[in-house]
């Protein structure tokens, strides 16, 4: 292993290389081009019995790695969603890792809890949303989402089901809209419930959740003698930012006393800016509520911003006390193992601190309000030109169109076409796109919103995209 000297002198040459990477990311192509096997080929089916030098590791970590690197910081990088970082976050990292703690409870870290605890309350601050919330950080949306159904789970059972197991609860349902992330169906089934028992919603034009369709699912579940337990509503669905009308279907769950989980995990960033805190119309109704930092708010994956009304009966739901966890303090402080799935944590508040302190909550706001003017330039552009269709308005980060020839109707030969338009553009290497179907459509998605995307890159994506449309069809 290298000594403390050689620790110091790679460290330097690192940050060189990270600063530099950084600077250049532009020059990779976005989306790795390897072939499928190409990367294992390349590494040594043993490991190696000595230790080997660190300028050989990180000669093979350019020479390998990085080709087989899709590159998700480049301001050219517009799929799926963001997973921002930032000079701060990646700070913040550095030191995380140097730290090495595990943040189980309070004692193994007092500061981790204590920081969690404040930069979850400025969250609540920056969102908008309410102050009684209390908030934790959760390593994925997913696993937020696993946390609510389980809390939902064992308040409906009266805690049994935790105890006794499913003996006497076997007809739970739970309730989302068909444009749901797959993750809450992942959840489901993991929560022991069957992806049978998750009933989903018809949407409306908007393909937000049709909330009489919600009420009529119920009642019929109801008179056939299952039990309905929960509803999530999304805030910005996966597919296209589609906002669910939480205060109509906040007032659904309560007439059926359902726990409400909002999962807000993309869109939830855009809540600094007041002007898009309409979309949390209807909080109070919620039991739970989660929305990603290390989505749209610049800092490292993971960090997922977990808020529940009511602590007791998430720490009840998870706690368990073995005599080697016990601590003299418990009871006066967070033990956030309490507050969810796994026992071992990183020390995620700190990059989380580190972004807020850095950019500030205006230069917070500044970013997200310039992705989404991005966002709002390409629809209007793609709504002008009369062979491309845009798929639904623009609303936060995400443009939804497709290419659409004069002349041509058929969805099949749509779908087609559109698919080979997207190979074709993530093939060049010089943007990444990826796609949806939105009723039964083959959709591009664009999505403006890496750190440092600016309307060059932008204006040269869209051009890219009109001439290999028109040179395909
Ligand atoms: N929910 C929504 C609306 C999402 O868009 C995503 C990711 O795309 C998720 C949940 C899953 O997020 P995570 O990767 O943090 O589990």
């Known amino acids: 292993m290298i000594d403390p000297d050689e620790f110091r002198h790679h460290a330097h040459k690192f940050v ?61 990088f517009f799929a799926y969603f963001p997973a921002n970082s930032s ?12 730290l090495g703690a595990q943040c189980m409870v309070w004692e193994t870290s007092p500061a981790a809890a204590e920081l969690e605890e404040r930069v979850m309350n400025w969250l609540k601050q920056m969102t908008g949303l309410p102050s009684y919330l209390d908030g934790v950080i959760q390593d994925t949306a997913s696993t937020a989402t696993l946390c609510a159904i389980i809390t939902a789970r064992e308040r409906i059972s009266d805690f049994r089901i935790n105890d006794i197991g499913f003996i006497d609860f076997k007809d739970l349902r739970a309730y989302c809209s068909t444009e749901t992330h797959s993750s809450i169906e992942k959840d489901i089934k993991i929560a022991g419930l069957g992806k049978k028992n998750l009933i989903k919603v018809p949407v409306d034009n908007l393909y937000r959740m049709d909330t009489q369709a919600l009420e009529e699912a119920l009642k019929k579940d109801i ?56 979309m949390i119309n209807g909080i109070e109704f919620a039991d739970s509520f989660v929305f990603n930092p290390h989505k749209w708010m610049f800092t490292n994956f993971d960090c997922s911003a977990y808020f529940v009304k009511d602590k007791e009966l998430l720490i ?11 601590t003299k303090s418990r009871g006066q402080v967070n033990d956030y193992r309490d507050w969810g799935i796994a026992l071992g944590r990183r020390f995620r508040a700190l990059k989380l601190w580190f ?31 009369n062979d491309f269709e845009l798929m639904v308005p623009v609303l936060l980060n995400t443009v ?3 290419y659409k020839p004069k002349h041509l109707s058929d ?13 074709r553009l993530n093939q060049s290497g010089k943007v ?33 995209i009109k001439r290999t449309a028109r040179s395909i069809y």
């Open 16 to 76: 060189d290389w990270m600063a530099d990477y950084l600077q250049q990311v532009e020059k990779y192509p976005v989306k790795s081009q390897v072939k499928p096997r190409e990367i294992y080929e390349q590494l040594p089916a043993n490991p190696p019995l000595k230790g080997e030098s660190m300028d050989a590791i990180m000669a093979d970590f350019q020479n390998i790695i990085l080709p087989g690197m899709t590159h998700w910081q480049s301001p050219n």
């Open 411 to 423: 969805d099949n030969e749509l779908n087609t076409i559109n698919e080979k338009l997207l190979t």
């Open 316 to 326: 009840r739901t998870f706690e368990i006390l073995p005599e080697y966890l016990k």
């Open 223 to 278: 008179e056939a003698g299952k039990k309905p337990f929960c509803v999530v509503a999304t805030i910005g669905t996966t597919g296209s930012t589609a906002v669910d009308p939480v205060t109509e279907i906040g007032q659904v769950c309560r007439k059926y006393n359902l726990w409400l989980h909002i999962d807000a995990a993309l869109a939830g960033t855009a809540l600094v800016l007041p002007e898009f805190r309409w």
């Open 432 to 464: 990444y796109l990826s796609h949806t179907k939105l009723n039964g459509r083959y959709t591009i998605r664009m999505v403006t919103s890496q750190t440092n995307v600016e309307q060059r890159h932008v204006d040269e994506a869209l051009e890219l």
């Open 400 to 402: 939804c169109f497709r």
């Open 87 to 98: 000079y701060p976050s990646i700070l913040a990292e550095m030191l995380t890792a140097t």
């Open 355 to 385: 972004v807020i302190r850095n950019l500030g909550m205006e230069g917070i706001q500044e970013k997200i309000r310039h992705h989404i003017g991005l966002a709002k330039s390409v629809g209007d552009i793609i709504a002008m030109e």
